[in-house]
């Protein structure tokens, strides 16, 4: 995946020109006041993202507008996997996009959804643009989930599928895919970076980059534990779901969350963790969850944009610029769906996720 040899100088001038090309909130209020979805990809045309656009087939649908955005973000993501000095790491922050589409996979054999209703949910953009269509399509292929399982037993994925398969198969909650193809990308996510970390010894360079990523692992460790506690998984498998190192929420505190008698009671124990801010308001257990996650989120896309003035040349303004595309891809996707769903903008400007400038 590396084409070019990548250049500190070139490769966070790119970040920057990219960063330039992020929409503007009153682009995305303009967008949002859209009177159908035609009316969208018209004004999206004269985007960045009117390349992506054009390739939506008729009927138009909000899914069909995020699947062009997700391959739109892949295309950016490629392109700096070609300059960045830190090419190792993004290469291992691609697999996100392969995860994406083998969690809709194995979960859609799970339920036992149809070829060609999977096919609806996943887009291979990301996968052509690095060689690697075949591993989805496979999975996809395959007649059972079992086969499927069995197919990407050899990939990078294969510990963690094998992992999720059995957790299906005793607790019948389809969702467990999620956390155990997440657990896998993260893994491999961290190996990567603390190489990047080694050979930059122990200067700053990448101090940004280690900030963004401790809070995604945090929140990986955080929500897989609540979440697995929350459909009685076995302890054991919730375990060897945890991505090491662990950074402010420790080993302690998760084990403690998960031998606790409650999700209330889990929670409790964030407040004596950086993170106690983020902690939601009494509510239901798998609201709790969902309302921490979105809090996590912010706080990585808080900490991205804060990176190009934290070490505005440092490398990792790249990690930067992609996280803070995905939240612009969010929330295009909100868009999107409001406007299929005719909510009007005053309902769906308040669910996008805007950051201070």
Known sequence: MRNQIPDLTYGVTKAYALKGHLLEPAILEGLAESKGLEDLIVRLRATVYGEAVTKVEIPYSAHGLELAFRGHLASIHRSLLRVAPTWEFLNAYYLHYIATNLKAVLKGKALGKSFESISSYIDLQAEELVGRRDVVVRALSAGSLEESVNLLSTTEFGDEVNGAAKAYRETGDARVFDLYLDGAFYKN????????????GTSTEA???????SAEIDSYNVIATLRAKLWDLAPSATKSLLVRPFFA??????LRMLESDSIGDALRILEVTGYRRLLP????????????????GLLVYSRAQKAFTWNAYGVGTTLALIKLKELEVKNLSTVAFGVEQNLGSTRILPKLVLLKR
């Open 207 to 213: 101090e940004d980059m280690r900030l963004i990523l």
């Open 249 to 254: 929420v420790s080993q302690r505190h998760l």
């Open 189 to 200: 996510l961290v190996a990567a970076f603390l190489r990047l970390q080694g050979r930059l």
């Open 281 to 296: 308001e009494a509510t239901g257990d798998s609201d709790s969850i969902a309302h921490l996650e979105d809090s996590f």
